[in-house]
């Protein structure tokens, strides 16, 4: 550093910050005074846990098919009755939830970290670059989504990769479209500009600054995206392109279980049901008071 | 003078979710009939809150909890929501700040301002048409009935204001609320919206309550003021009085934090150290006692009382401004060394400029239609030439959309012009590649004007400081963390600020922190575009007054980019006018600003309203009255600009050679030149 006169001016005569906290906590405050949000985080831990925690507690067989036991009422030894396959009904439950959970979350990430860059590019860069990126989501978008997924699911073999990766190949468009028009108003922001005047180039730009402020959208979006994917994963599944067996999932549980609706065995359909209900209820909750929480965040400024 | 509107003891609490505020504290107000009230305070004062209150347009959360407002002996606050309706539009008429929100985009401005006839008055829509016709011509609107059928879009904001107006006036209220109205509007465009206010208050007989944090429009039109600090009247009076013979401290303190005509530039303006309080949570005392440098024991535990002077004059302060020894408001400033630097003309052509602009030109393309035909050129700067000496300040000046800023953002290379060139160092940095500009870059850089945009709100302080030094890759982490409290020590901050986010500061602290990143690279020249116009008086003199003594400390150059004369002369050496993307007269600033030569250098003069001199007991109490305003009309589109002299149309002395010849840049006197054909002041010969 060269001599310039670094000493200070006597006190700081600015004065100090006022108390506050980080963005993060102001939204955290305002997310939980949202009662549903609450409700809705305690529903996806519960869940979590139900599906995670519970076969070690509560032991079944989920591999072998025992015809003797098929389609039981609820009883003592099996607490939700059990399916067509003799399968235990609360286990299996357990197991599907596992998948559903796991290929809900892994789409939505990977959807979204696809999404983001390719959204913050063509809004950063912008002109042609913007036109011919934006437009091939368009196409994309162009597409009946279900009758693409079908397609795919029956040329390839299902499993949990492929699923995640065939739901993810539909789900960046939406947040690549966000993050575009996020960025968009973003990036003329003066603190932007201010990277520039220092000499500070594209990718610090898009990475450090134009990001880091979407993120809140991004998270939302997220939010929704994972509701959206165990959805789409349970119609692949209802539908018969899930995973195939003896592998478990909610979707599967269902279209099994409707094909006794006429036999009262409503143990097979209600429990998978209202755990596809909840669960993505539970998301929908959260994605809803974390959008809230922006909303106010930018409001008070 | 009959009292139109008496308000006693109004109290207004919004609830939020971390408290109570207090918002309006136990105001009261009298305004006569053809009276202008001026109700001057900072932002979160509570004056807004207080007109918002008398007409019971309270945001989601407040409510009148006391006091009584009536109307010309009509009780209002007793009023219930029907009734309230009937009076706001028909009795009181309410003008909002920001012309470019407060109207609706898809109805015609004649549906809107006809709207407010038909809910009152119950008429039909051609009776209420014709109103919306006459109401509009009566504001000054050329051309009303035709422009019956306009959008919002296709006027301009200094139109749209009159549409306001107008929409205010419709149904021939008694009492007009405007609040702030000119805030977002242009000096020249300012002082004709203003002066139709006055007029119209002559006219109609009717009572206006004027909002605003400006100073120098109340003591130019207003006949009473109030200030008001954390929701509390602090002194109220005739303006004449108030502003010779100011007694609350804290009037006293704002005053002096004007930057005026006849101030020492070598003088630090006074700042009010420290922010408004919290109003959920008041000081115990008089309120402003923890900011005075006057306050004493029983400022902080006894409430002032509004005290009586002279018969309308009062205020509520235990220690006032004593005028009794006749020695006037006893504000010490601090006297600074003169300047020597840059103002010795016979010095500054010596050394080699800073930078050097030459014909410097920016168009952007219009385009129009599905297949971007390209409709048109807009010329923001066209042709413009100067030089900046090491440690000079130039102020630029001119109302928004003349290419201030554009010149601003080319000058610190953000732009590429489209022709001319801009030479730093020798080196012409528009032709300058991305990587040849980065080290150029260390001596150029901007200070923003909003300091809630140009903070990242999700970096920390300290990250946000030592980004300059991260992307010039100067010096090592722990050289860079020191260098980030060595800046926030310069500009006044504790260095713990570095560990806050943006959020957790004020607006003038933001500022400080802008000004504290546009120096950590050190630059020899610092583009600040309005550094000071989000600011409240009070921070803006703190703002003010850092930046010239880092100036003096740094020996750096500024470009102030600023439509407020006032804050131009106060920091710089020469000042530069433009309009409509030319240079039309550049010199030293006292030259420029006591004998301008531009007819447009100066209206922009006359348009702002000055404060009168504190000192001067009576002299010039007649001189802050005021002629018509210079000039009419608005700044012309740039995208088809005026032949010849491109301020004919709005020049009192335009002839007809003007339209034909452009009048060239000419020497006035040292280091003065102007362009104009037919100038106010003849140029020097020789250069005296």
């Known amino acids: 550093m060269t001599g310039t ?34 409700l809705g985080v305690g529903l996806i831990v519960g869940i979590a846990l139900f599906c995670f925690l519970g076969p070690l507690v509560y032991h079944t067989d989920q591999v072998y098919t025992n015809l003797a036991a ?23 439950l357990m197991a599907g939830g596992q998948s559903s959970l796991e290929v809900g979350l892994a789409a939505a990430v990977m959807a979204s970290a696809v999404g983001v860059l390719w959204g913050a590019l063509a809004g950063y860069v912008g002109g042609v670059l913007d036109t011919v ?9 162009s597409i009946p989504v279900l009758f693409m997924l079908l397609f795919i699911a029956t040329i390839i073999p299902p499993t949990l990769g492929t699923m995640i990766a065939i739901i993810a190949l539909f789900a960046w468009l939406i947040p690549a479209r966000l993050v575009r028009g996020e960025v ?33 959208v991004i998270v939302v979006q997220a939010t929704f995206a994972v509701a959206d994917s165990i959805l789409i994963f349970a119609v692949l599944s209802y539908l018969g392109f899930g995973l195939s067996a003896p592998a478990a999932s909610w979707g599967e549980m269902l279209s099994s279980g409707t094909a006794y609706l006429y036999d009262g065995y409503w143990w097979q359909i209600y429990p998978p049901g209202v755990a596809i209900l909840l669960i993505v209820l539970a998301f929908n909750f959260v994605g809803d008071a974390l959008r809230d929480a922006l909303d106010v965040r930018l409001r008070q400024r | 003078m009959r009292s139109l509107l008496e308000v006693s003891d109004l109290r207004t609490d919004i609830r939020q979710r971390r408290g109570t505020v207090h918002a309006v504290d136990g105001v009261s107000l009298t305004l006569g009939e053809g009276q202008i009230l001026g109700l001057v305070g900072e932002s979160g004062s509570g004056k807004t809150m207080t007109g918002m209150s008398i007409v019971r347009l309270l945001p989601s959360g407040g409510r009148l909890v006391g006091g009584s407002v009536t109307l010309a002996g009509q009780e209002l606050t007793t009023l219930d929501a029907h009734a309230m309706r009937r009076v706001r539009g028909n009795e009181i008429g309410v003008v909002f700040q920001d012309p470019m929100t407060s109207l609706n985009p898809t109805m015609t401005i004649g549906q809107q301002i006809a709207e407010s006839v038909q809910c009152h008055r119950g008429v039909s829509r051609s009776a209420a048409r014709a109103r919306a016709a006459e109401t509009l011509g009566l504001v000054g609107m050329p051309h009303a009935t035709q422009r019956l059928d306009n959008y919002p879009h296709q006027l301009s904001g200094g139109m749209r204001q009159r549409v306001m107006i107008a929409m205010a006036l419709a149904c021939e209220p008694k009492l007009l609320i405007a609040d702030e109205p000119t805030t977002a509007l242009d ?32 003591a130019r039109y207003a006949d009473q003021v109030a200030v008001m600090y954390a929701g509390r009247i602090v002194e109220t009076g005739p303006v004449g009085l108030l502003f010779r013979r100011m007694r609350h401290r804290y009037t006293e303190a704002l005053m002096a934090a004007v930057p005026r005509r006849d101030q020492d530039t070598g003088t630090d303006l006074y700042s009010i150290p420290g922010r408004p309080p919290d109003l959920s949570d008041p000081p115990p005392g008089c309120r402003f006692s923890p900011r005075c440098r006057f306050a004493q024991q029983d400022c902080r535990t006894l409430d002032p009382p509004l005290t009586i002077v002279t018969p309308g004059h009062q205020h509520a302060c235990w220690h006032p401004v004593d005028y009794r020894d006749d020695t006037g408001p006893t504000l010490q400033l601090t006297e600074r060394s003169a300047r020597n630097r840059a103002l010795d003309p016979q010095i500054r052509p010596l050394t080699t400029p ?9 168009e952007y393309p219009v385009t129009a239609g599905v297949f971007h035909r390209r409709a048109g050129t807009l010329s923001a700067v066209a042709g413009v030439s100067f030089s900046l000496a090491p440690g000079e300040t130039l102020g630029l000046v001119g109302e928004s959309g003349c290419g201030k800023s554009t010149l601003g953002r080319l000058l610190v290379a953000l732009e590429k012009p489209t022709s001319g060139s801009v030479i730093v160092g020798g080196q012409d940095i528009t032709v300058a590649s991305a990587h040849e500009l980065r080290p150029i870059r260390r001596d150029l850089q901007l200070m923003f004007q909003d300091p809630y945009a140009s903070l990242d709100p999700r970096m920390r302080v300290g990250a946000i400081l030592r980004e300059p030094l991260a992307i010039q890759r100067i010096g090592r982490r722990q050289d860079q963390d020191r260098r980030v409290g060595a800046l926030l020590g310069q500009v006044g901050l504790p260095a713990s600020a570095a560990q806050y986010y943006p959020h957790e500061f004020s607006g003038g602290q933001r500022q400080r922190i802008g000004l504290a990143r546009a120096l950590a690279l050190e630059p020899k020249l610092v583009v600040a575009d309005e550094p000071v116009s989000a600011l409240d008086v009070s921070i803006q003199a703190q703002i003010l007054n850092l930046m010239r003594e880092l100036r003096e400390r740094l020996g750096l150059s500024y470009l102030i980019i600023s439509h407020d004369l006032a804050v131009v002369r106060y920091l710089a050496d020469r000042i530069a006018v433009m309009y409509l993307g030319k240079l039309v007269e550049i010199g030293p600033a006292t030259q420029v600003s006591e004998h301008p030569a531009h007819p447009y250098t100066e209206a922009l003069l006359r348009a702002v309203p000055e404060l009168p001199s504190p000192s001067g007991a009576t002299d010039g109490a007649t001189a802050v009255g005021r002629a018509r305003p210079l000039v009419s009309g608005e700044l012309p589109s740039a995208i088809n600009p005026p032949s010849g002299c491109r301020f004919r149309t709005r020049c009192p002395r335009a002839q007809p050679l003007c339209a034909e010849v452009e009048p060239p840049l000419r020497p006035w006197g040292p280091h003065h030149l102007a362009a104009c054909h037919f100038p106010l002041t003849q140029p020097a010969s020789g250069g005296a």
């Open chain 1, 70 to 92: 098929a389609s039981l009422p609820p009883s003592a030894a099996h607490p939700l009755g059990t399916d067509h396959l003799g399968y235990d009904e609360l286990g299996r």
């Open chain 1, 184 to 216: 968009l108003s973003l990036r003329s922001r003066e603190y932007v500009q201010a990277v520039r005047v220092m000499g500070g180039g594209g990718g610090r730009i898009v990475l450090r600054h134009l990001i880091p402020n979407a993120i809140g």
């Open chain 2, 354 to 362: 800073l930078v050097e602009v030459r014909d410097l030109v920016k």
């Open chain 1, 133 to 141: 990126m934006m437009r091939i989501v368009d196409v994309v978008l």
């Open chain 2, 187 to 218: 000096a020249t465009i300012s002082e004709q919206v203003l002066e139709l206010l006055d007029d119209l208050r002559t006219r109609l007989g009717m009572g206006i309550l004027l909002i605003t944090h400006d100073l120098g429009v109340i």
């Open chain 1, 5 to 38: 006169d670094l000493t200070a001016l006597s006190a700081p005569v600015g004065g100090e910050p006022s108390a506050g906290g980080g963005l993060w906590r102001t939204l955290g405050q305002t997310f939980t005074a949202n009662r549903l949000a609450v």
